[in-house]
């Protein structure tokens, strides 16, 4: 169980719309903003704030909050922003709601200015569990509207990536979100690739690792014969 879901809404208003979410599952949300004085302020109720991404080539922010145990009835999600940003949400099951993360979220920014395509590392990561689910979220601060963002691991060992949602339009706000599972916990290294048709821009990079249920406890049950 991983992967479920994800929606994306880069209209300007803010808010983002999800449907048919399951109760007890798990909910990353993203923001992207051209300029660095485009701050989130606040998130939707039962979101938390895991950290943000500032360029220090052209000011390009990435945002990012989860909200470990959905309560099913999610819709429209709002965000206070002093800018406009553009948002993505992605759902995973049968993760770990009480201790939801397999290690430490890694922040990466790439403040050297180049053009496509672009590549961005993130650290050495070593998962607490197997049966994790990584989850990247990218952002790309350039105006070209083809922009197309993939993921690879480039030590270690995990399953295939595929990017679920993108951004690709002319206002300087682009991201994606991709994720895969690793099965057994091990170092690894993984790296967003963003390839467009433009002027440089500035990239930035959060990882995810969001816990099993199942690589927790081992329960093991004891029955009595009588005779």
Same mark, same amino acid.
């Given at each position: 169980?991983?992967?479920?879901?994800?929606?994306?809404?880069?209209?300007?208003?803010?808010?983002?719309?999800?449907?048919?979410?399951?109760?007890?599952?798990?909910?990353?949300?993203?923001?992207?903003?051209?300029?660095?004085?485009?701050?989130?302020?606040?998130?939707?109720?039962?979101?938390?704030?895991?950290?943000?991404?500032?360029?220090?080539?052209?000011?390009?922010?990435?945002? !990012?909050?989860?909200?470990?145990?959905?309560?099913?009835?999610?819709?429209?999600?709002?965000?206070?922003?002093?800018?406009?940003?553009?948002?993505?949400?992605?759902?995973?099951?049968?993760?770990?709601?009480?201790?939801?993360?397999?290690?430490?979220?890694?922040?990466?920014?790439?403040?050297?200015?180049?053009?496509?395509?672009?590549?961005?590392?993130?650290?050495?990561?070593?998962?607490?569990?197997?049966?994790?689910?990584?989850?990247?979220?990218?952002?790309?601060?350039?105006?070209?509207?083809?922009?197309?963002?993939?993921?690879?691991?480039?030590?270690?060992?995990?399953?295939?990536?595929?990017?679920?949602?993108?951004?690709?339009?002319?206002?300087?706000?682009?991201? !994606?979100? !991709?994720?895969?599972?690793?099965?057994?916990?091990?170092?690894?290294?993984?790296?967003?690739?963003?390839?467009?048709?433009?002027?440089?821009?500035?990239?930035?990079?959060?990882?995810?690792?969001?816990?099993?249920?199942?690589?927790?406890?081992?329960?093991?049950?004891?029955?009595?014969?009588?005779?």
């Amino acid at each position: 169980m991983a992967y479920v879901n994800s929606w994306k809404d880069e209209t300007g208003s803010n808010s983002i719309t999800v449907s048919g979410v399951t109760a007890g599952n798990t909910l990353l949300l993203m923001a992207v903003s051209d300029s660095g004085s485009s701050s989130v302020s606040a998130w939707p109720s039962g979101f938390t704030d895991i950290g943000q991404v500032t360029s220090t080539v052209d000011g390009g922010r990435l945002h !990012a909050a989860i909200k470990e145990s959905a309560g099913g009835s999610e819709g429209a999600l709002s965000i206070t922003a002093s800018g406009t940003v553009y948002i993505m949400c992605a759902e995973f099951s049968g993760r770990d709601t009480a201790s939801i993360y397999a290690f430490t979220t890694n922040l990466k920014e790439s403040s050297t200015s180049t053009g496509s395509p672009r590549t961005i590392d993130s650290d050495s990561l070593t998962p607490s569990n197997g049966d994790t689910d990584i989850v990247a979220l990218v952002m790309l601060d350039d105006g070209g509207n083809n922009v197309t963002t993939t993921m690879s691991t480039t030590a270690g060992t995990t399953g295939s990536w595929t990017t679920h949602q993108q951004f690709s339009n002319s206002n300087f706000r682009q991201g !994606a979100v !991709a994720s895969c599972t690793q099965a057994s916990a091990g170092a690894f290294t993984a790296r967003a690739t963003c390839t467009w048709t433009g002027a440089n821009g500035g990239q930035g990079l959060i990882l995810v690792g969001l816990k099993s249920a199942s690589s927790g406890t081992t329960t093991f049950l004891m029955g009595q014969i009588c005779v």
